[in-house]
Structure formats: C-alpha cells, structure tokens
C-alpha cells in the first residue's frame, strides 16, 4: 500500500474531519437529529493518519510527489 495523498490533502482532509466530527459531538452545535453524519469525519482522519485514500487507488489518483 503506497501513499497516495500529499501534504496539502492532508492538511484539508484532516481540517474537515475535525469539523465533522465535531458536529458530531454536542458540544458548540446544536442537536438536529442529523449529527450522526458528523461521525463520517473519522473517515478523512483515518486517510490524512495513514497517507492512503482507496478511492484515489481506484481512481488513478494521486496528489503526491513523487
């Protein structure tokens, strides 16, 4: 499994997974029954920690230098 993400991805991908999560979280938003979709932030965090995106492999996709 090779890296698929560059820096800057990362960087984006680990500010909108914070972001998700913490709507997810009841603390600073307000609760609108669709605060569940915040846990979907785990996801880019997960991509951003390990450096490998599965749909950029499926894709052809890569954002880093090589």
């Keep these: ?30 609760s609108t029954g669709w605060n569940w979709v915040g846990w979907l932030g785990v996801v880019p965090l997960l991509t951003a920690a390990i450096g490998f995106c599965p749909l950029y492999r499926v894709m052809g996709i890569s954002s880093c230098k090589r």
């Design 1 to 30: 499994m090779s890296k698929n993400i560059g820096a800057l991805d990362r960087v984006m991908r680990v500010i909108i997974g914070l972001v998700l999560v913490a709507y997810a979280v009841p603390v600073g938003f307000s």
